[in-house]
């Protein structure tokens, strides 16, 4: 099923990355971390409570008058007037070299304080300049806050002392409850479509809880996990990830995130509840914060009678990750887990999944949750604490006179490879004729060790590239590749 991210693409380049929904098993990116005093997160938290939350938490739509216009209500022009153009370079590295790519996308301001959603795919961590253009059309710069590739939705926050300079204003918009939609609803999409800005396209609800088995995420990151995603027939464009779906009264129900290829009345958003949620965590601390089992959950539907189980009663360990919390305490594949903490879990439809994932997820890291599954006839209680959620996808960077770039190993990749041990590097690139090429470093090797000093850090391998740069002592690498040790000579 071929989709394309409805937002920013590279220089060169207006449309959006193909992505295709295949497989459960998402390649992914590690969130970065935000470090923050509980001091900070404190305030960071009360301020949400007192300013951000109302802003966001509106419930229901306001009733038009008969036979009056949506789009010239106050609350519409309003929501217009919160929309903007979001223009995004970043940096990558390819083929061990760094790279300045751009793109464009939507947003949408959430508070008097220029707080902006839009999606993960449109704005990353990587990002090295943000320029917003409001509705006067006056550009503002920005800088990123945090991001949720699970949900592939970020935050960024006006520059105020920039507005305030300018003597610049802006109005916010408010979310309503995306539970309290139905298929057929009239919906807007709102955003810039291939840099046309503050476009309008008008459709309906087409179904409120679409779900995709397996999707490439984010940029490589994970997405998707937890939630089932708005379909609708509003026109959704490369450039229109991050605008708001709305209701005529101009409340946000979606965030709008991507389109199907060669369709004209299929696209997608972000449902308005889990973005209230994303944007409160992100405002206070940066990134979501989710707890981890490791088994992948799937759907019981045609497989009742196999287990002689009730119909919908309990939900499928399609597999185990190695080393994680769910192998050791001893679940196993084809496992049926019954309830949680003594609630029912019914996971016979692909749809029920991503609920039962978030409930995990929602609980605080460090947690015990106690299943009762069913192993054949027998039925028995499993006792599982709960670990925090990474990324497989380590973060990446480049050493240009190496010709070299890597990714840092995370735990999950780890586990996932069975190495044995985390940390590490994987090669991402290697340039023609530098010194990573001439040691014969390929894509995939794994870095574990420079001058048999294990290396823990990306700082660290920083701080090795930085002395080579004064004395060009050679640098003996040691890797993993296919499972083998091999020792390399690196000649800066």
């Known amino acids: 099923m071929p989709f394309a991210w409805a937002g920013s693409g590279v220089e060169g380049n207006s449309h959006a990355p193909t992505v295709a929904f295949a497989a459960v098993s ?162 807007f999409a709102v955003g810039t479509p291939n840099g046309l800005t503050r476009t309008v396209s008008k459709g309906i609800i087409s179904n409120v809880s679409r779900y995709f088995e397996g999707a490439d995420g984010v940029r490589g990151y994970e997405t998707g996990y937890f939630n089932t995603w708005l379909q609708t027939d509003a026109a959704i464009n490369p450039g229109n990830s991050g ?62 009678r196999f287990y002689e189980i009730g119909v919908n009663l309990g939900v499928l360990v399609a597999s185990v990750d190695p080393g994680s919390p769910a192998e050791r305490a001893r679940l196993r594949a084809g496992d049926i887990l019954l309830s949680l903490d003594g609630e029912p879990l019914d996971g016979r439809f692909p749809e029920q999944l991503p609920p039962i994932r978030d409930l995990i997820a929602n609980r605080p890291v460090g947690s015990e949750l106690t299943f009762e599954a069913r192993r054949g006839s027998q039925v028995f209680p499993v006792t599982v604490t709960t670990e925090r959620l990474e990324s497989r996808v380590g973060e990446e960077w480049g050493f240009e006179r190496w010709g070299l770039s890597v990714r840092t190993v995370s735990r999950a990749f780890a586990r996932e490879q069975k190495l044995p041990e985390e940390g590490g590097f994987v090669v991402l690139g290697v340039q023609r004729a530098f010194p990573a090429a001439e040691a014969r470093l390929q894509p995939g090797d794994v870095i574990t060790r420079v001058n048999r000093e294990r290396v823990g850090s990306l700082d660290e391998l920083k701080a090795i590239y930085e002395t080579t740069g004064e004395d060009r002592s050679p640098l003996l690498v040691e890797i993993l590749r296919d499972r083998s040790v091999s020792l390399l000579v690196l000649r800066p």
Not at 86 to 115: C, K, N, P, W, Y
Not at 248 to 277: E, H
């Open 26 to 187: 998402i390649l992914v990116e590690p969130m970065v971390r935000f470090s923050q005093s509980v001091f900070k997160r404190a305030r960071a938290r009360a301020f949400l409570l007192a300013g951000i939350v109302p802003l966001l938490g509106a419930a229901g739509c306001q009733t038009l008058t008969p036979g009056a216009d949506p789009a010239r209500s106050a609350g519409f022009v309003n929501l217009l007037d919160s929309v903007v153009r979001i223009d995004v370079r970043e940096r990558t590295f390819q083929d061990g070299r760094e790279r300045m790519v751009s793109g464009v996308g939507s947003g949408v301001i959430l508070s008097a304080d220029g707080h902006i959603v839009t999606n993960a795919h449109v704005v990353s961590p990587r990002a090295v300049e943000i320029s917003v253009t409001l509705a006067s059309l006056e550009r503002v710069s920005a800088r990123f806050v945090g991001w949720d590739h699970w949900t592939d939705l970020a935050l960024l926050q006006l520059d105020m002392e920039e507005v305030r300079n300018k003597n610049l204003r802006f109005t916010h918009a408010r979310f309503a409850s995306s539970s309290r939609l139905y298929p057929g609803q009239t919906v």
């Open 243 to 304: 605008g708001p779906l709305v209701t005529p009264d101009g409340r946000i129900v979606g965030i709008n995130t991507r389109g199907y290829l060669g369709a004209n009345n299929l696209g997608f958003a972000v449902p308005a509840d889990i973005a209230r949620k994303v944007t409160a965590d992100l405002l206070a601390d940066g990134e979501g914060r989710r707890s981890y089992i490791g088994f992948v959950p799937g759907p019981l539907q045609d497989l009742e």
